[in-house]
């Protein structure tokens, strides 16, 4: 029979893990149960992915796994191994903003700008996945990202035109 | 969430053994659901595999059939051409459920086998909820409905089943496959979900370790037309208050084949058997449809809090029905 303290240590195990975030290789060892919202919060720094429900609802925490976008407060570290991660931090070089964030600044499209690194995060994906033609099609589309103060007209108004559109 | 082991699992077989042979153990697909339930303290496994990199993964067409794996995520089976051609209610339902970013995690396995959304079973400092802990009683029935079940409910437990996707699959008699200790096996979905009874804890035919290897998905004949319609509180990201999935073939204007699924009543995605025999040989039209809907909510067994959703069932399938059928 195994003792409670080894039960224990076994269950807070490290597990290696491998991967890239914003470009750069990382070799960690992470216990099973980090998320890796908090991860990339905690370990690294990375505080643009946010914390809004921690439950998957709300998208503030979206970041890029491979190019598609998820929520990270739902996702192991573990999991990430061999995968590549994008978080706000990494869509521009330092000190400049990539052309959705652009976006977002000339329409004011935010109030208190918690769900913002999200929305961008998810609009980006949204604009490759060509999901960005309508506004119907963006609101549908961005329905995972909520936004607290109700910008969403201004955040489809920057959307549109990241993605080339006409803002109406 | 607390701690436990995570293995990374690299072969069916040895997935399978683990978990089977360790009653603390749990499979890890997309998360959503298992995670999720982690956090807030309903589930506590020792031991999580994580399945994410068998390979079990990828859509392919076989003649009539469509064998989907289980780790093929929603936004992967969404965006499939012959489930868009052949089976749009199938994508339909799809990308009416969760958001992109939660169906680019959760895979079509996970997706059969969430959980209930009952806000009970997902608060442990409720002490009555039988699927959580048999025989503890059920806050629900004497608490606040919304969310719950109409039909397949027991004085033990109205849990509703919240899969889009598992309606049309069920409209579709699609087959699950899967893996035990003992070898693989095929399971017809229509009989893969059990009614709650006096076990809710027990939610379908798998066995402990039991791994989903695949969906397949029969593709009914090429004039089928097809619509899955789901109603909910909000226009966008939100599970249904009711929903849905019809397939009919047309001879003019008489119904010569028809499968009909409801979401957002069932304790388990509920075939509506007894409709599609009222709608096989009948007339296109209102009256029919009705019928159908009558006969499917007849044994409906609402609470105060669900007493809605007996009409509201009933206009969803009349609607979905008039739209598939482009009725007047
Ligand atoms: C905010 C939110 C909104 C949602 N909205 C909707 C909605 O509108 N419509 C809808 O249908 N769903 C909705 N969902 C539910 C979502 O679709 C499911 O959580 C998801 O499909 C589960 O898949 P997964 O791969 O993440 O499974 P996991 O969470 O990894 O696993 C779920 C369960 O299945 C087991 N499991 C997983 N794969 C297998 C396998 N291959 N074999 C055996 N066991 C396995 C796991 O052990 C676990 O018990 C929503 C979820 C969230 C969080
Ligand atoms: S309805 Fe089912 S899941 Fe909800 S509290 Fe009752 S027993 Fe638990
Ligand atoms: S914090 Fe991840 S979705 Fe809300
Ligand atoms: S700007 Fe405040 S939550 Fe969106």
Redesign the pocket.
Same mark, same amino acid.
């Given at each position: 029979m195994k003792t409670r303290e080894e039960a224990l240590s076994r269950l807070g195990a490290s597990v290696g893990v491998e991967f890239g975030v914003n470009g750069v290789r990382r070799r960690v060892g992470v216990e099973g149960r980090v998320t890796l919202l908090d991860w990339l919060r905690d370990e690294l720094g990375l505080t643009g992915v946010k914390k809004g429900c921690d439950?998957?609802?709300c998208g503030a925490c979206t970041v890029l796994v491979d190019g598609k976008r998820v929520v990270a407060c739902?996702m192991l570290v573990a999991q990430c191994d061999g995968r590549e991660v994008t978080t706000v931090e990494g869509v521009a070089g330092v000190g400049e903003a990539g052309a959705v964030q652009d976006a977002f600044v000339r329409h004011d499209a935010f109030q208190c700008g918690y769900c913002t690194p999200g929305q961008i995060m998810s609009a980006i994906a949204l604009i490759g996945e060509g999901r960005a033609g309508t506004r119907e099609e963006i609101a549908e589309f961005m329905s995972g990202n909520l936004c607290r103060c109700g910008a969403y007209p201004r955040i489809r108004d920057a959307i549109v035109d990241a993605a080339g559109g006409e803002v109406g | 969430m607390g701690p436990f082991t995570y293995v990374r699992a690299v072969d069916p077989v040895e997935a399978v053994g683990v978990v089977s042979a360790d009653p603390g153990a749990?499979?890890? /697909? *997309?998360?959503?659901?298992? +995670?999720?339930l982690m956090k807030d303290g309903v589930l506590s496994p020792e031991k999580l595999v994580d399945?994410t990199r068998l390979p079990?993964r990828g859509i392919a067409r076989t003649g009539t059939t469509i064998r989907v794996g289980?780790?093929t995520t929603?936004e992967e089976l969404a965006a499939d051409p012959t489930v868009a051609v052949r089976v749009p209610f199938v994508r339909e339902a799809l990308l /009416? *459920?969760?958001?992109v970013q +939660?169906r680019n995690?959760?895979?079509i396995?996970?997706?059969l086998?969430?959980?209930a959304r009952c806000r009970y079973f997902r608060d442990p400092s409720v002490a009555a909820c039988n699927k959580r802990e048999r025989g503890s009683g059920c806050a629900a029935i004497d608490g606040v409905q919304r969310m719950h079940a109409i039909l397949g409910t027991s004085p033990h437990c109205v849990a509703l089943h919240?899969?889009?996707?598992a309606v049309p699959l069920i409209a579709l008699d699609a087959l699950v496959h899967t893996r035990g200790t003992d070898g693989t096996r095929t399971v017809p979905l229509t009989g893969f979900y059990l009614p709650p009874g006096d076990t809710p804890d027990v939610e379908n035919v798998?066995r402990r370790g039991?791994?989903?290897?695949a969906v397949e998905i029969p593709l009914p004949a090429e004039r089928t037309r097809t619509h899955y319609l789901k109603v909910r509180d909000r226009a966008s990201?939100?599970?249904?208050l009711t929903s849905a999935a019809v397939a009919v073939e047309l001879d003019g204007t008489t119904i010569t084949g028809a499968r009909v699924a409801l979401g957002g009543v069932g304790t388990v995605p509920w075939r509506a058997w007894d409709a599609e025999d009222v709608l096989r040989g009948a007339t296109v039209g209102r009256d029919a449809f009705r019928e159908a809907a009558e006969v499917t909510l007849a044994g409906a067994r609402p609470l105060p809090g669900t007493a809605f959703k007996v009409e509201l069932a009933k206009r969803t399938l009349i609607r979905a029905l008039e739209t598939v059928t482009g009725a007047p």
């Amino acid at each position: 029979m195994k003792t409670r303290e080894e039960a224990l240590s076994r269950l807070g195990a490290s597990v290696g893990v491998e991967f890239g975030v914003n470009g750069v290789r990382r070799r960690v060892g992470v216990e099973g149960r980090v998320t890796l919202l908090d991860w990339l919060r905690d370990e690294l720094g990375l505080t643009g992915v946010k914390k809004g429900c921690d439950q998957g609802a709300c998208g503030a925490c979206t970041v890029l796994v491979d190019g598609k976008r998820v929520v990270a407060c739902l996702m192991l570290v573990a999991q990430c191994d061999g995968r590549e991660v994008t978080t706000v931090e990494g869509v521009a070089g330092v000190g400049e903003a990539g052309a959705v964030q652009d976006a977002f600044v000339r329409h004011d499209a935010f109030q208190c700008g918690y769900c913002t690194p999200g929305q961008i995060m998810s609009a980006i994906a949204l604009i490759g996945e060509g999901r960005a033609g309508t506004r119907e099609e963006i609101a549908e589309f961005m329905s995972g990202n909520l936004c607290r103060c109700g910008a969403y007209p201004r955040i489809r108004d920057a959307i549109v035109d990241a993605a080339g559109g006409e803002v109406g | 969430m607390g701690p436990f082991t995570y293995v990374r699992a690299v072969d069916p077989v040895e997935a399978v053994g683990v978990v089977s042979a360790d009653p603390g153990a749990a499979f890890l /697909a *997309g998360g959503t659901t298992q +995670l999720d339930l982690m956090k807030d303290g309903v589930l506590s496994p020792e031991k999580l595999v994580d399945i994410t990199r068998l390979p079990l993964r990828g859509i392919a067409r076989t003649g009539t059939t469509i064998r989907v794996g289980a780790l093929t995520t929603m936004e992967e089976l969404a965006a499939d051409p012959t489930v868009a051609v052949r089976v749009p209610f199938v994508r339909e339902a799809l990308l /009416a *459920g969760a958001s992109v970013q +939660l169906r680019n995690m959760a895979t079509i396995g996970g997706n059969l086998l969430q959980r209930a959304r009952c806000r009970y079973f997902r608060d442990p400092s409720v002490a009555a909820c039988n699927k959580r802990e048999r025989g503890s009683g059920c806050a629900a029935i004497d608490g606040v409905q919304r969310m719950h079940a109409i039909l397949g409910t027991s004085p033990h437990c109205v849990a509703l089943h919240a899969s889009d996707v598992a309606v049309p699959l069920i409209a579709l008699d699609a087959l699950v496959h899967t893996r035990g200790t003992d070898g693989t096996r095929t399971v017809p979905l229509t009989g893969f979900y059990l009614p709650p009874g006096d076990t809710p804890d027990v939610e379908n035919v798998l066995r402990r370790g039991e791994l989903i290897t695949a969906v397949e998905i029969p593709l009914p004949a090429e004039r089928t037309r097809t619509h899955y319609l789901k109603v909910r509180d909000r226009a966008s990201y939100e599970f249904a208050l009711t929903s849905a999935a019809v397939a009919v073939e047309l001879d003019g204007t008489t119904i010569t084949g028809a499968r009909v699924a409801l979401g957002g009543v069932g304790t388990v995605p509920w075939r509506a058997w007894d409709a599609e025999d009222v709608l096989r040989g009948a007339t296109v039209g209102r009256d029919a449809f009705r019928e159908a809907a009558e006969v499917t909510l007849a044994g409906a067994r609402p609470l105060p809090g669900t007493a809605f959703k007996v009409e509201l069932a009933k206009r969803t399938l009349i609607r979905a029905l008039e739209t598939v059928t482009g009725a007047p």
